[in-house]
């Protein structure tokens, strides 16, 4: 152990923490779809509004935190808080789950308008979700602010690589709770245990802040630690723009495919938990794969056009290559349905996402 360097160490340490964090995340993201879904009794409205609040906690968070990122003296230790307030969130949802529920009935006498009901109780759940989600939307910028920051590991780390170590993590934890420990379990106690996962984590990488100690770097402000600034550029404009819309075309894409898929399979849950855990292991190779070739690749912009115009493209491909597999195949349905029938026709819908998912994941080294 003595030999492994301790830059290896420490890198280990956060990458295993925030494959963790991942997997909690989208625990999370399976057990509010349930709660939520028995607040509306309609799933394709309760996976929507955790897709949505999700993806627009997640930038919210990254972005306020991004933009004063150098203000803040140990990242490390302002994860670690932002992990604990996440489980703490977690333990309260269901009784905050239940507020909004009660809300709703104590405004609805009956004649009120049934849309406007519907749109205030839609609102209410959204804005409770961005809360937690917002936080975890920090997590990323602040530990990529302290591998940057840390002589340790500042030479060596690839942000695509701290961002696929993140969607590996949330990958297994979908699988782990759509699959397995929802049906063993039930949603109280996974609602625990993520809880005391993310609990964990926040000792970890406190303890480890500890450890590290506010080096002399680490205390100044970004401004005083460097003496060159960038100024932004005009590509930025057109990347956000070409990010917006393939993220808005993979969301849409994951609620669209859950219901086609439920209506084959008979369970939401399952079809919800596939896709997604599609996405977030095509997202996290392509993540990491273009992290260890980005450096060879002599125009990025060129680069970055052609990955996004091939996901147009593999979008529009899986509709005709999926339209061709449920006229071929024979799609029996029902509680008898065979089980080996069932696994591969699972294994051939993900299989029909993951080349469209992979070019997803190569975006965003590309952007950065």
Not at 26 to 48: D, E, K, M, P
């Amino acid at each position: 152990m003595d030999q492994v360097p301790k830059s290896a160490r420490t890198a280990a340490t956060i990458l295993s923490i925030f494959f963790a964090s991942g997997a909690t995340s989208l625990v999370y993201q399976v057990l509010w779809t349930r709660w939520i879904g028995l607040v509306f009794g309609n799933t394709t409205i309760s996976i929507s509004i955790v897709l949505g609040a999700f993806m627009f906690g997640l930038a919210l968070g990254s972005a306020i935190v991004g933009r004063r990122i150098a203000g803040i003296v140990r990242p490390l230790r302002a994860y670690a808080i932002c992990e604990a307030g996440i489980g703490v969130f977690a333990i309260a949802c269901p009784w905050l789950m239940q507020a909004v529920d009660a809300l709703y009935s104590a405004v609805d006498d009956g004649t009120s308008n049934s849309w406007l009901l519907a749109a205030m109780k839609v609102t209410l759940s959204f804005a409770l979700l961005c809360l937690p989600t917002g936080v975890m939307g920090a997590t990323l910028p602040l530990l990529a602010e302290f591998f940057r920051r840390n002589p340790e590991t500042a030479s060596a780390w690839r942000v695509g690589v701290l961002y696929a170590a993140n969607t590996v993590g949330a990958a297994f934890g979908i699988l782990l709770a759509g699959f397995v420990l929802i049906e063993l379990l039930g949603i109280t106690a996974v609602t625990g245990l993520a809880a005391m996962f993310n609990m964990l984590v926040a000792a970890v990488a406190w303890r480890r802040d500890r450890e590290a100690g506010a080096s002399k770097e680490e205390g100044l402000p970004q401004h005083r630690r460097s003496t060159s600034t960038s100024p932004v550029s005009a590509d930025l404009v057109w990347v956000s723009a070409a990010l917006a819309v393939t993220g808005a075309l993979a969301l849409a894409s994951e609620v669209i495919w859950t219901r086609v898929l439920s209506s084959f399979l008979g369970t939401s849950t399952y079809a919800f938990t596939t896709i997604v855990c599609t996405y977030l292991v095509g997202i996290a190779a392509g993540s990491a794969l273009m992290s260890r070739a980005i450096a060879r690749i002599v125009d990025v912009r060129a680069a970055f056009l052609f990955v996004v115009l091939a996901a147009g493209v593999l979008h529009t491909a899986s509709i005709e290559v999926f339209l061709w597999l449920a006229t071929r195949a024979d799609l029996p349905r029902g509680v008898l349905t065979p089980v080996p029938w069932i696994l591969a026709f699972y294994l051939e819908f993900a299989l029909l996402l993951l080349p469209l998912a992979l070019a997803s994941g190569a975006c965003f080294p590309l952007a950065t």
